[in-house]
């Protein structure tokens, strides 16, 4: 279903509903949805104004590719103050999607290149279909990541990998993508968007508290010292387990009432 109010005034953003699922799709395809400084600001729009009762969000993009990433017709007119502001703000706008309240699922087809795969790395999850590949271009085109690739990246793939893309301007494909970690569901060519949606209903019926850790919790331990996450981990857990949500799925298990957890 659409959407009505602001989120419906962003003409470079298509956003529909699907139940507690948001879907955002780059509508900028005759560019191959690369995301010029107007499309960074309508994105950061939309993920400061979810409606409350969206439980998940779901990216995709319109036309043969997911995105090309920075559109490069407007990085010659910057100067290196410019420069460093436009990639603070692309810092802001995926930081507010990856330390949102709501999951966040990419659905990949065809180009996810530079600033486009440092928008899939902000997202939780990813869904590749056959089509998809993954490439760093900025090396080739004697710049550097902005968009917070050099964090996200190597926390995904290594970075020797991020490194190799990034030297050689080798182009990683869906299969080899999903063996190196970027990648955590695979749909046959022209399926991204129905996996993805799969997917990002699943992550919708998460609870609001259990999303929370996953979201805010999980990325902070992994950058800690066994003995804080531990500790973290145990503060969290408690909060998790406290809330009324929790007490009642724990109930509806206990009385049979709940999913058994089965053999995929
Ligand atoms: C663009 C862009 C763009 C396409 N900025 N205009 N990203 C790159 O270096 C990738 C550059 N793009 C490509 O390699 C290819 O366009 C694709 C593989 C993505 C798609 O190929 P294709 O054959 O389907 O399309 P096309 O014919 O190359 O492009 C169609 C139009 O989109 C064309 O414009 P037109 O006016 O001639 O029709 C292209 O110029 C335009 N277009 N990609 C501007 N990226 C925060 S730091 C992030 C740093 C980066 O992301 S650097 C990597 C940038």
Redesign the pocket.
Known sequence: TPVDGLLASLDLLTITRAGAVLHLRLNRP???N???DELIRQLHTAVLNLPADVNAVLISGE???F?????????VERDIGGAVQ??RG?HAVFDALQFGRVPVVAALH??V??????LAAACHLRVADDSAYF????G??G???????SVRIPRLIGVARMTDMMLTGRVYDADQAERAGLVQYRAPAGGALAKAMEVAQAAARTSPMTAFAVIHALPRIAEQGAAEGLFTEALMSAVAASTPEAKARLQAFLEGKAAKVVKS
């Open positions: 005759a560019k191959r690369a995301i010029s036309g043969a590719h995105c090309a990433g920075l559109d490069l017709s407007e990085l436009h990639s692309w065809g180009a290149v530079g600033g486009g795969l440092e490439g760093l271009p900025e080739q085109r710049i550097f990541v902005g968009g917070g690739g």
